[in-house]
């Protein structure tokens, strides 16, 4: 099909309902309960499907009261006012069969003229995201004025639904294969953390007592903390540029490894790092452990990475959390003395470099996803 067989539509066109979300008064923190019916957040809006990672919830009849600010499978959901340009689809398979969006969100429904999957992909181009930022206001929070009514009057070319159909199947392939990269490195976590808790915490190879010849050690015995300061340049061990990627609105109670060198841990909400020629800058709050001894780093992450509720029990600030550089340097778990000969650290090791061979090759995915991306949209590649 050459692009002359492209139709144009605006998308009031292509759209059977479109939603805002709940006004701020109607859904407040006092609202959300153990389980129920989750409500959406930026950290559901990253990527191209709606993330299920962690939810807030509302109980059955609060989201029903909510009416059009249900969403449901097949549903496409966008930001409006924050982080600007995000734009999921919810996929059939997903975990619940509705969802409450947030005020900062509204919600699209396509007619028969297109599919949901292949209108994200679409915005998630340049030239989609283009058009979806370009009513943009940066003054205060970034936001879109008017966001349903300017969002049904962009136009857009599309192709014929059995060529959206193929589209989709090219793009979705590549993103099936980096979620399956992602379910493992999951996974593999989990196990690493299971293991750490089973000898570190537990104590279980030795009838639940910590051995004689272990010893409490303090995080400063293995790496000094890094704060991150704006425009503080902080070079990666081995130079090689990091395969490292989070959300804006990634837990402050959290780490990350770092290209299998370094820990990153997010000191309070604002958890800023840049990344170029292999090189990152890491803002305040946000804090770099690399340890004197790369061997130790694998298992050092999955301490930090389990401890860190205990590490952050002491968090200051009224209005917003942190820790401090202290909170780590000073937080103290138990190890062999004999540190060096010790082959559990090579299992973390092993996991963590599976691991980063995962996020290695979905980065390579995603750039090859993202090439296809711009010239299908564009109709410059056939199908």
Known sequence: MSKTEWKEYEMSELIEEISMGPFGSNIKVECFTDSGVPVLNGSNLVGFRLNEDSFNYVTEEKATSLGKA????????????GTLG?????PQNSKYSRYVISQSQFRVRCNEKVIPEYLVYYFHSRLGQHKLLSNASQVGVPS???????????????????????????LSALDDKIELNNAINRNLEEQAQAIFKSWFVDFEPFDGE???????????NFLPVVTGKKN?????????????SCSQDVLWTDCYSFDGNAILVAGNGDFNVKFYN????????????IPFEKRY?????????YNLDDITKGARGSVIKFITK?????????????LDSFKLLNIFDSINKIIESMKYENSQLSTLRDTLLAKLMSGEFGV
Not at 70 to 81: E, K, L, Q
Not at 144 to 166: D, N, V
């Open 297 to 305: 780093a694998a298992w050092l992450y999955y301490a930090v990475k």
């Open 144 to 170: 879109l004025a008017r966001p349903t009514s300017t969002f049904q009057k962009l136009t857009i070319e599309i192709p014929s639904i059995e060529r959206q159909k193929e589209i989709v199947k090219i």
């Open 278 to 289: 292999g090189k990152f800058e890491a803002y305040q709050r946000t804090y770099v452990l």
């Open 210 to 220: 910590m051995p004689e010849d272990w010893k409490l050690y303090k995080l400063s």
């Open 86 to 90: 995000q734009i999921v689809y919810i």
């Open 326 to 338: 202290g909170d780590l340097e000073n937080f103290e778990f138990a190890a062999p003395q004999k």
């Open 70 to 81: 249900n969403a449901y499978r097949g549903d496409i959901v966008i930001t409006h006012r």
């Open 232 to 244: 503080a340049n902080i070079s990666v061990l081995n130079g090689t540029y990091p395969f490292f």
